[in-house]
């Protein structure tokens, strides 16, 4: 019987071999940031229904990979957390656009008995990450938390230990409200902690404040909402206490201030609404599209994605762009040349 | 039927072959095993010019200093590398003192004194424990033996042994001994398999003449298997220490990732190729890139150091007892 069914089988793999031959695709290569793969991978699920003749391969190796790619020209585009730096764009052959898709925000995760909702605000979480605020009950945190029965016990900080763009944000954010911060320590993607222990991904660092009583650290908002984590409110520049949503995280985009090449950081930004530690994640494309008929497709697909992509953002947890923003966005789209 | 004939077939065809051995396939044989034993050392060589040429730009840079500095500042760009040698050091030390003992006397159990039934199931336990994957054992880790860990057996260790330099400060969970625990957990299987390779290939007669002096079966297993299969055992030492040495994912799960050089176990610690998988995928700027490479070039190096004082102290020991036999 089995000898019988092997020409069969054989014949199977060879039509299926040829039929995927006869429809050969137009192939996007992308690389980058990890932050947005999920969204990215269902725009180019769903964008395969609206275009079916291109193909989408995007592989999640991390920003600092994604920037590599797009200079060294092995990708179509590129992807990252964060925007690329002045030395890095010298070195690229063409213009490159940063077009900003989404965004996220940072929020403070902490491990307290009873899950008391905490107050915090800058001051306190430099204080805390300086090594300098290092028990619970420390008057400033407990000044702003009026209420909240805080133990006499040690702050266990918890950090990224791997190179990510939720560090960038954090530490961007740092370095913005805390001048000693960006003295000593300063902005990356990794950094030379003045305290705590590493956790790697945001998996590692929530596993570890999840396990160890009184722990404080940072992870991504999708990752804390997912995994139903208590997490603070923060006061933002304007005073008030925000809760880390993606409302407030698009109101952050909405009034902060936007360069024109759209390398912009939203950490503390204006307006009452603004949650303060967030920030967006950008697609690397050259102005000058090497290959007519891929830089035209990929031109529409931005487009697909800077309008409808945008709006299936919540629904996976990242904040869409404020309105005005995308279309300023979309004009850039237009200047890429094919 | 139609099988067997061909099989008939082939076997008389490899009788004659036999029977006419040709020079040119046996110089063809030794030629390809040269070729295959050569490509190991050329994969070597070009690994370690990869890494220097790689990192040329850091070694210009920092000099030797790179190796004597603990500051790791990737925005200051300041970068040295001695807290993840001394961590890499100290985990896999660590994690020797554990899983060495608790091998040998595995493999010595399964090969000299286990009753059959037993053997076969424990040895396919031992062998399942080398295919977990290691990201599956640092979420344990974290979950499961961290919390474990913090609750029972580093506040014993603290109380009795507190007096030492390395029991002592805050017990975080995540530390250089936790890390050392899971490496033991790795490297078990491989130093196990191997001894009980070894053990089995000790001649019965040792055995036999043990016995026949008088041993007791302790006597006979110390004397007469284990002693003479040191130099084996040794050898499944080595290739665990390499495995050590290497580890990464796990041991980034539970070590804590702080480059400091702490006496205390308790505290978090790094190593050379845990700060590798942490941050080459973000590394944007080419002399952080380039001081990562110089981390893989200085684990390569400590690498092959390691193994090389392990060959000399084997030949040392070998040599020491061999001049005590004719004496």
Known sequence: ?338 | MAVAASMAVEERSAQTRMALPSRFGEKAFEWLTLAMALAVVVLVILIGWQLWHGSSLAIRKFGFHFLTTSTWDPVAEQFGALPFIYGTLVSSLIALLIAVPLSIATAAYLTELAPLWIRQPLVSLIEMLAAIPSVILGLWGIFVMIPWLREYPFPLLKRFLGWTPFFTGPMYGPSMLAGGIIIAIMILPIITSFSREILRSVPDLQREAAYALGATRWEATRIAVLSYAKKGLFGAVILGLGRALGETMAVTMVIGNTPQIAASLFQPGYTLASVIANEFTEATTDIYLQALFEIGLVLFGVTILVNLLAQLLLRTITTTSATRAVQ
Not at chain 1, 5 to 12: E, F, N, R, T
Not at chain 1, 65 to 77: E, P, R, S, Y
């Open chain 1, 1 to 338: 019987m089995t000898k019988l069914q092997k020409p069969k089988i054989l014949g199977l793999v060879l039509a299926l071999g040829l039929s995927a031959s006869a429809s050969a695709q137009m192939m996007i290569n992308g690389a980058g940031a990890t932050f947005p793969y999920p969204i990215y991978s269902r725009w180019f699920d769903e964008y395969a229904k609206v275009d079916p003749s291109v193909r989408f391969n995007y592989q999640s190796i991390g920003s600092g990979g994604g920037q590599k790619q797009i200079l060294a020209q092995t990708v179509d585009f590129g992807a990252s957390d964060g925007p690329m730096s002045d030395d890095n764009l010298a070195k690229a052959p063409g213009k490159i656009f940063h077009i900003p898709t989404v965004a996220g925000a940072d929020v403070v995760a902490y491990n307290l008995a009873g899950n008391p909702a905490l107050k915090l605000d800058a001051d306190t979480i430099a204080g805390i990450f300086l090594g300098k605020i290092t028990k619970w009950n420390d008057p400033k945190i407990t000044a702003l938390n009026a209420g909240v029965n805080l133990p006499d016990r040690e702050i266990i900080v918890v950090h990224r230990s791997d190179g990510s763009g939720t560090t960038y944000i954090w530490t961007d954010y740092l370095s913005k409200i805390s001048p000693e911060w960006k003295r000593k320590v300063g902005t990356n993607t990794s950094v030379n902690w003045p305290t705590g222990i590493g956790g790697k991904g945001n998996e590692g660092v929530a596993g570890q404040i999840k396990q160890t009583p009184g722990a404080l650290g940072y992870v991504e908002l999708i990752y804390a909402i997912q995994n139903k984590m208590p997490y603070a409110e923060v006061r933002n520049s304007a005073g008030t206490f925000v809760k880390p949503s993606l409302e407030s995280i698009t109101a952050a985009m909405a009034t902060a201030q936007i360069p024109d090449d759209f390398r912009f950081s939203i950490t503390n930004a204006p307006g009452a609404d603004s949650y303060p530690i967030c920030g967006a994640t950008w697609l690397l494309v050259y102005q000058q599209q090497k290959d007519p008929t891929k830089g035209k497709k990929l031109v529409e697909f931005l487009k697909w994605a800077l309008t409808k992509g945008e709006d299936m953002a919540k629904q996976l947890d990242y904040a869409p762009l404020p309105a005005e923003l995308r279309d300023r966005v979309l004009k850039r789209v237009d200047e890429i040349k094919t």
